[in-house]
């Protein structure tokens, strides 16, 4: 099983920012705002400088890029103690929620019959977008949904249209998962299931073993959904902010 500071730098990985700069073994990322793992400081590792010194580069970092000071620090870690010492709260008012659980599990655990309706894209169509982000993308969800090497856009469709979408993205033997989304008068006949059931087998032919999905701690359909495939919980992380911001 993956270490923790592993697992987070795929996760980073699989979810590229427009701008990632390191700060040491830390991560300095931008995205035009879109989402809080593409715009925050990812404090995994050693920063290579004193964590008051760098959370001052995170601020200058977030300054220059015109987004608001955060940083993604796993629940426990030992920079937690040392984040909060330095004046950084948690940020409870974060659009997502404050806390995320990473959860993990092996891509076996997802077999279910094939779905003829499931369809893995090598690219987003209209539809998925609609689903997955807005009709009509920014550059930065562009971005951050669509670099990669392996990134699948998984869907339902039906008559044309596409009814759940989710995105794949293979990292070394990690698939990671994300942005899995129904239509409000398509849930609960199965098609969460039957969505993820697929991106699995198209992990599987891209050299995945095991999944991970990052999933706000509040999301409890989301966590039992992910639980019933044989998913559990490797730890958690929470974004924190200046006091000063």
């Given at each position: 099983m993956l270490g923790v500071t592993e697992l987070e730098q795929r996760c980073a990985d699989a979810w590229p920012a427009l701008v990632d700069r390191p700060l040491?073994?830390?991560?300095?990322?931008?995205?035009?705002?879109?989402?809080?793992?593409?715009?925050?400081?990812?404090?995994?590792?050693?920063?290579?400088?004193?964590?008051?010194?760098?959370?001052?580069?995170?601020?200058?970092?977030?300054?220059?890029?015109?987004?608001?000071?955060?940083?993604?620090?796993?629940?426990?870690?030992?920079?937690?103690?040392?984040?909060?010492?330095?004046?950084?709260?948690?940020?409870?008012?974060?659009?997502?929620?404050?806390?995320?659980?990473?959860?993990?599990?092996?891509?076996?655990?997802?077999?279910?019959?094939?779905?003829?309706?499931?369809?893995?894209?090598?690219?987003?169509?209209?539809?998925?977008?609609?689903?997955?982000?807005?009709?009509?993308?920014?550059?930065?969800?562009?971005?951050?949904?669509?670099?990669?090497?392996?990134?699948?856009?998984?869907?339902?469709?039906?008559?044309?249209?596409?009814?759940?979408?989710?995105r794949g993205a293979v990292v070394g033997d990690l698939l990671h998962v994300a942005r899995l989304a129904v239509r409000p008068q398509a849930r609960r006949l199965g098609l969460a299931r039957a969505l993820m059931a697929g991106l699995a087998a198209w992990g599987v032919d891209r050299g995945a073993t095991t999944c991970a999905l990052q999933v706000a701690e509040h999301n409890k359909p989301a966590i039992t959904l992910y639980e019933s495939l044989g998913c559990a919980e490797h730890h958690r992380y929470r974004y924190w902010v200046s006091n000063h911001s």
């Amino acid at each position: 099983m993956l270490g923790v500071t592993e697992l987070e730098q795929r996760c980073a990985d699989a979810w590229p920012a427009l701008v990632d700069r390191p700060l040491g073994q830390w991560r300095l990322r931008a995205a035009g705002g879109f989402t809080g793992r593409a715009n925050s400081a990812l404090t995994t590792g050693d920063p290579g400088v004193p964590v008051r010194e760098a959370l001052a580069e995170v601020i200058d970092f977030a300054t220059v890029n015109g987004i608001k000071p955060a940083a993604h620090v796993v629940v426990g870690a030992p920079s937690e103690a040392e984040v909060e010492a330095a004046g950084w709260r948690v940020d409870v008012d974060h659009p997502g929620g404050a806390e995320s659980l990473v959860m993990t599990g092996r891509l076996d655990g997802f077999a279910t019959p094939k779905h003829a309706d499931v369809v893995v894209f090598d690219a987003p169509v209209p539809g998925w977008w609609e689903l997955a982000a807005q009709p009509d993308p920014t550059p930065a969800q562009r971005h951050v949904l669509t670099s990669g090497d392996r990134v699948g856009f998984g869907a339902v469709v039906r008559d044309g249209e596409v009814l759940a979408a989710v995105r794949g993205a293979v990292v070394g033997d990690l698939l990671h998962v994300a942005r899995l989304a129904v239509r409000p008068q398509a849930r609960r006949l199965g098609l969460a299931r039957a969505l993820m059931a697929g991106l699995a087998a198209w992990g599987v032919d891209r050299g995945a073993t095991t999944c991970a999905l990052q999933v706000a701690e509040h999301n409890k359909p989301a966590i039992t959904l992910y639980e019933s495939l044989g998913c559990a919980e490797h730890h958690r992380y929470r974004y924190w902010v200046s006091n000063h911001s």
